[in-house]
């Protein structure tokens, strides 16, 4: 498989073409699924294989649809799927016909246990704690999940509603996997300049944990060569509603590299290959150069890396242990 168009090189062959904020997961049984944003951006697509390997071929089924009009209608964004307390249930942000960029976060629960052959029931807007009046009341999207000591947490990102209209990073605990038990709190701003490359963006969290360490990956800047990958970390036994104790990182754990022929590297997911090998699964496009608005440049594919550790434990992302290069 070669790049849709763009520069080819022996690093950037694409794990899937075409398919931006890639999400992948393992299920209980071993089954790999993979989820992400479609071109047309108006549904949901899913896959399943028992190697990550086989995902790439693997037949993709629609399991929800965009509506008509109204709520869920335009901008099906970035889905992920979780499997959290026994059922599986997709996140997902989308707009409405009548007023695109108005994105808020929905939920999708499977009926049963195989979330490519069961019926999907829609469980509408996530709803926020009952004493926070803020969250989703402006543009919301790029909802992530992950567990902490027993605990879930919600990390997603909002623009404030007022000014240049940021993009911030929020953090939350979970009540349950449609509602949220704690008001709001700014996790991350974006602070610096290669987070504020056209538009002031923080957004598309990820989790990876290791040796007691929770490290958290996001998304900076607009969606063209600026768009790159930034990282929080904090201590499993900290407070993770308390910004002050995440380490933010000053420079991008992943940026754009001409040489090697990825441009715009972000919104990416993390899993682990059989033998418990760290993987990054990211979008990014093989050329610097787009005609009109970068959202509708469909050439955003769907890449795969394995995650190495350097001696003070933490992930270090490199475009040179990319999965399906060439030698």
Same mark, same amino acid.
């Given at each position: ?18 398919? *931006? ?58 889905? !992920? ?27 999708? !629960? ?18 926020? =704690?009952?004493?926070?009046?803020? =969250? ?84 900076? =800047? ?79 594919? *769907? ?25």
């Amino acid at each position: 498989m070669t790049p849709t168009c763009g520069t080819h090189t022996p690093y950037n062959t694409p794990f899937i073409e075409q398919r *931006a904020d890639p999400y992948m997961t393992r299920g209980a049984d071993g089954t790999y699924y993979f989820t992400a944003s479609v071109p047309a951006y108006d549904r949901i697509v899913l896959r399943g294989s028992t190697t990550p390997e086989g995902l790439r071929t693997a037949e993709e089924v629609t399991v929800w649809k965009a509506h008509e009009s109204g709520d869920m209608s335009q901008h099906v964004w970035a889905p !992920e799927l979780h499997f959290l307390q026994g059922k599986w249930y997709i996140y997902f942000a989308a707009s409405r016909k009548d007023d695109i960029w108005r994105l808020r976060p929905y939920v999708l !629960e499977c009926t049963g246990p195989d979330p490519l052959k069961d019926p999907w029931i829609e469980r509408g807007m996530m709803q926020r =704690s009952d004493d926070d009046i803020y =969250s989703f009341e402006a543009f919301s999207l790029d909802a992530t999940i992950f567990e902490n000591r027993g605990e879930l947490y919600y990390v997603w990102a909002e623009k404030v509603s007022v000014g240049i209209q940021i993009s911030n990073l929020y953090i939350a605990r979970m009540e349950s996997p449609t509602k949220l038990s704690t008001a709001q709190v700014l996790l991350t701003t974006p602070d610096y300049d290669w987070e504020r490359v056209d538009i002031w963006v923080n957004e598309g969290p990820s989790v990876i944990k290791r040796d007691g360490r929770i490290f958290l990956t996001y998304s900076a =800047s607009a969606t063209g060569e600026g768009y790159c990958m930034g990282m929080l970390s904090i201590g499993e036994e900290e407070d993770l509603l308390d910004p002050r104790a995440w380490k933010k990182e000053k420079q991008p754990v992943l940026a754009s590299d001409g040489a090697l022929g990825f441009y715009g590297p972000g919104h990416n997911s993390f899993t682990k290959l059989p033998d418990g090998e760290d993987i990054c699964i990211y979008h990014a496009r093989t050329y610097a150069d787009i005609q009109g608005d970068p959202l509708y440049d469909p050439n955003r594919h *769907a890449f795969v890396m394995k995650v190495l550790w350097d001696e003070k434990g933490t992930p270090v992302l490199d475009y040179h242990n990319n999965l399906y290069q060439e030698h």
